[in-house]
Each structure stands twice: as structure tokens, then as C-alpha cells.
């Protein structure tokens, strides 16, 4: 009998135990793409690197990168991890608060993120470098994009403009990859990845890595005007958790020996973990994995860059100031507090 109030008392006192710390947990909503650039956050809900901060991370999936830079900024998440748009600037521009404070992935020479594509028919007629793509049809996701913005640049840097090629959007990557490959245009750009499923499939030959050509913050963490104003400590607390993941992504897949990358230390469990939220074969995995900063910091300069692109092709209403969409005082606290 006693033994028995032994072992009631104890499941009592765990449950107590358990409920308090449950409740004690705070729930973010985190907007996400299926990506390979998106392994920190998936890394820090596997490795419990959130929940050692007391966060509760739900996932909420997205099929492109401005629906999840409008739900951030009205406040439906608390945080958006896509990439960088002119949507984005757009909405600074009109007055709304949107904060991006971390590196999410970027473009960088010798990583593959990013690339452009043309269909095996194009390739097979000539169609191999940026001058190629001269009157063609090129997918994007949305007019503004980030694959907007880089094809932008790719053809200006090869001495061509967005006027020399017809750009066709098609809002989510999965239409880019089944226009590809039915040869309704006659080349994307997509991201890893995507570009490896192209490439093994065959209906897609790759003409060039967009971080060959730039240096570019592709995509980045985003906080919404409520989190970031009301729950700072919160909003260093997902960051501390995000740095822990960062850094356990930087050493298990972006160390190099002399200019290629190697695995490092823990290289399979990450694989695995991208794996298991992106939904690819690991194979697949293992061919495209986004440079970032190591501590997750932003690169913050070319944010200006951008800006002024978007505002020379007349996409952005009014020109605004990086410092307007930036605030790496959060990201220095976090990091100061894991020093």
C-alpha cells in the first residue's frame, strides 16, 4: 500500500512538474517554405534549442515568400523565415513595421542556393549562358520576388536588361518546375532543393549559380511589429535559439577545406533533419545546402543594394532606408547573452 502512494505521489508530482513547465512555454508561430535554407529553424525544434529558451515553435507552411512577409507584418505570425521581396520594402514604404533580423541563407561563391535553369529542348538548341536567354520565356514566382530580383541582376551583369527577356510568374515553385519541364517556358530560376530534383529528373540543365556571379541576402528571419515591440525578451530568447541552430548547420555542413565544403561533425543527423521537413530524399539534401552566417548575422549592407534596385526598376513606391526594415540590436543581444 505504501509503495503504491509512493508511485501515485510521484506521477502527481510529474505531472505538476510537466504542467508548470508547459505552461511556462511561450507559442510562436513561425512562417516557413519547405527549404533547405530554412534548416536552422528545423534544427532548433529538433535539437530543443527553442524550448531550452522556453519557446514553442508551431510551424506554419507557406507556398511563397510575399504571403509570409504579409502575414509577419499584420501580426498573424510572429515570425517569417523567406526571402527578401520588394512586397517587403513596399510595405516599409507605406508605414507598416517589419523588422528583418537574421540571415536566413544567402548567395555566395562556391555554395549551391540559387540557379537558373533552362529546359533540355533550350539546352540542346544553344541556350547555355545568360546571353542565351535573350526573347525567352523566363519563370518566376511573383513579379518583386527574389527570383525576380535575381534574374535582374544576372542579366545586367551580362549586359542585358529585364526588357530583353518576357518574364512569366507563376506564384509557386512546384508550377516553375512543372512549367520547365512541359516546356511552357524556357527557363527559371529555383533554389535547392528544387535545382538537384531538375537536374536528376533531367528536363533541366543548370546554366548558372546566382551566387557565381553576387554576393546576395537572399532571404532572412523577419519579426512583426508586435513581437518585435512588445516581447523583446522573447524576440532574444527565438534568437539565441536560432544562433545555437545556425552555428550547429554552419559546422555540420558549411566548413571547407581549402575552397569546397566538407561534413563536418553531426553532417548525417542534419541531413536527416532537413530530410524530414522538407520532404526530400537525402541524396538530394546533400547537393544543395545554402551558405549562411555562421552566428546568423545579417549582411545587412546589401539590404541598400536591394533597395535601390527595386527603386530603379520602379517597383518600389518610394525610396527608403535600410535601416527602416533592419534591427540587428536584437540579433547583438542574443549573441551577447551566449558569449
Aim: aromatic fraction near 8%; include cysteine; charged fraction near 25%.
Amino acid at each position: 500500500m505504501e509503495k503504491m502512494k509512493y508511485f501515485i505521489m510521484c506521477g502527481i508530482l510529474t505531472f505538476l512538474i510537466n504542467g508548470i513547465c508547459f505552461a511556462d512555454e511561450t507559442k510562436l508561430n513561425v512562417g516557413v517554405l519547405k527549404l533547405t535554407s530554412s534548416a536552422p529553424v528545423f534544427i532548433g525544434i529538433e535539437k530543443g534549442f527553442f524550448k531550452d529558451e522556453g519557446l514553442n515553435i508551431e510551424l506554419q507552411w507557406f507556398e511563397a515568400a510575399q504571403p509570409i512577409a504579409v502575414a509577419t507584418a499584420s501580426n498573424k505570425v510572429e515570425v517569417g523565415a523567406t526571402g527578401i521581396t520588394a512586397g517587403l520594402f513596399n510595405m516599409v514604404a507605406g508605414g507598416q513595421k517589419l523588422l528583418i533580423v537574421a540571415d536566413k541563407g544567402r548567395e555566395s561563391k562556391g555554395y549551391s542556393s540559387s540557379a537558373v535553369l533552362v529546359n533540355t529542348e533550350q539546352w540542346n538548341k544553344g541556350v547555355k549562358k545568360i546571353k542565351d536567354l535573350k526573347g525567352k520565356k523566363i519563370g518566376i514566382t511573383q513579379i518583386g520576388s527574389t527570383f525576380h530580383y535575381m534574374i535582374g541582376r544576372l542579366l545586367e551583369a551580362d549586359g542585358l536588361t529585364l526588357k530583353d527577356v518576357e518574364l512569366v510568374p507563376l506564384s509557386k515553385i512546384s508550377a516553375l518546375m512543372a512549367s520547365l519541364q512541359s516546356q511552357q517556358v524556357d527557363a527559371v530560376i529555383l533554389n535547392e532543393p528544387n535545382i538537384t530534383k531538375v537536374l536528376k529528373d533531367g528536363y533541366g540543365k543548370l546554366i548558372i549559380q546566382v551566387g557565381d556571379v553576387m554576393d546576395y541576402q537572399t532571404s532572412g528571419i523577419f519579426f512583426s511589429p508586435d513581437f518585435a515591440k512588445n516581447s523583446r525578451a522573447n524576440a532574444v530568447k527565438f534568437l539565441k535559439g536560432y544562433i545555437k541552430a545556425t552555428r550547429y548547420y554552419y559546422d555540420a555542413v558549411l566548413t571547407k577545406k581549402g575552397e569546397k565544403a566538407v561534413p563536418g561533425k553531426n553532417y548525417d543527423e542534419v541531413i536527416g533533419i532537413i530530410s524530414k521537413y522538407t520532404g526530400t530524399p537525402v541524396e538530394d539534401v546533400k547537393n544543395g545546402l545554402p551558405n549562411m552566417d555562421r552566428d546568423g548575422k545579417l549582411l545587412e549592407e546589401d539590404i541598400q543594394t536591394q533597395i535601390d534596385w527595386y527603386v530603379a526598376n520602379q517597383m518600389i513606391e518610394k525610396t527608403i532606408s535600410s535601416k527602416e526594415v533592419t534591427d540587428a540590436t536584437l540579433w547583438e543581444a542574443a549573441l551577447q547573452q551566449l558569449k
